[in-house]
């Protein structure tokens, strides 16, 4: 599917193209969703260099995901997606030409349909593909922000279910889910800065005063939430520590129990075995009170083993 969104006197026109139209005048951004080989063909007559493919843009080589050719800046980018309670990277390639700015992907992004409904709207005034481009990556470091935000209030509900759920196993799926989470977004803010980074290095003259300064800030920004980042590792591993050494401490408390028990019912059974020996020289067998002191015997010795072992303080 071939999207074209013409700007021109503040106004924006969103159409759908086809393989025997060609590309309006004024289009500020042109956006291939899923395309097929007619449309790649379609799109490699507007193109000096050969159309990337989706192989093309998952590559993770520095120099297959930031490069420069004779149709401008190319910059392959991993944006964060909600999947239910997960969070996946979804890759885009933007080719950043003098007057448009071309963006292929294989799957539904979020932040494209934002600012998309942003642009329809009149909410995000862009005069030029490289403001557009800024833009839609200041949509990402927010949201990476908000991603942020969310892991850490999950991790405070985690705290305290820690130590108050007996039945760890949902614990240890959201602690695991919540280190894939952040891992991703670690991943999405490392490779935003790379993106950025190469753009402010290699297409500096190409953008103006105002480009330059929301580029700066949006470093500023990732630099910020790196460390919180960090931070979450942190606290997941103290959290993950902390699940399995109190599950530790249960299966201990259960084998403690197994233990005294089997301490506990050790004399009774010596007394049981001894006069389940039948010799005929054993004058209790003939004797008519013998069965009852047996009884009473293995009934005294558990109970004084068992408050032994209270008394000194080991139950």
């Known amino acids: ?67 420069q050719n004779k149709d401008g800046l190319h910059i392959n980018s991993l944006f964060p997606q909600r999947a239910g309670q997960d969070v996946r990277g979804v890759n885009v390639s933007f080719n950043l030409r003098e007057k448009f700015l071309l963006t292929i992907r294989e799957e539904e992004v979020g932040l494209i349909r934002l600012l998309r409904n942003y642009l329809r709207l009149g909410r995000i005034e862009v005069a030029t593909p490289q403001a557009l481009f800024l833009e839609l990556f200041n949509l990402k470091v927010d949201y990476l922000s908000d991603l942020i935000e969310d892991v850490y209030t999950v991790l405070e509900n985690v705290s305290e279910e820690v130590f108050k759920n007996e039945e760890l196993d949902d614990v240890f799926k959201l602690i695991t889910r919540q280190e894939d989470s952040n891992g991703k977004i670690r991943l999405s803010l490392l490779d935003t800065q790379r993106s950025l980074r190469y753009m402010q290095r290699y297409y500096r003259g190409q953008l103006s005063d105002n480009d330059l300064k929301d580029l700066r800030e949006m470093l500023s920004d990732i630099e910020s939430l790196m460390p919180h980042s960090q931070f979450i590792f942190d606290k997941l591993n103290f959290l993950l520590d902390a699940a399995m050494g109190f599950s530790g401490l249960q299966q201990n408390k259960i084998i403690k129990i197994f233990s005294v ?39 005294a010795s558990g109970a004084g083993t068992y408050f032994f072992f209270k008394r000194k303080g080991w139950l």
């Open 1 to 67: 599917m071939i999207t074209a969104y013409v700007y021109e006197d503040r106004h924006l026109t969103i159409s759908e193209l086809n393989i025997l139209d060609t590309i309006p005048p004024g289009t500020i951004w042109l956006d291939l969703y899923k395309s097929d080989d007619e449309e790649r063909i379609w799109l490699s007559g507007f193109s000096v260099e050969e159309v990337p493919d989706e192989e093309d843009i998952n590559e993770i080589e520095a120099s297959a995901r930031f490069y």
């Open 261 to 299: 028990a089997a301490v506990i019912f050790l004399p009774p059974m010596v007394i049981a075995s001894g006069y389940g020996m039948n010799f005929d020289n054993m004058p209790e067998l003939h004797w008519s009170f013998g069965y009852p002191m047996a009884i009473i015997m293995m009934f």
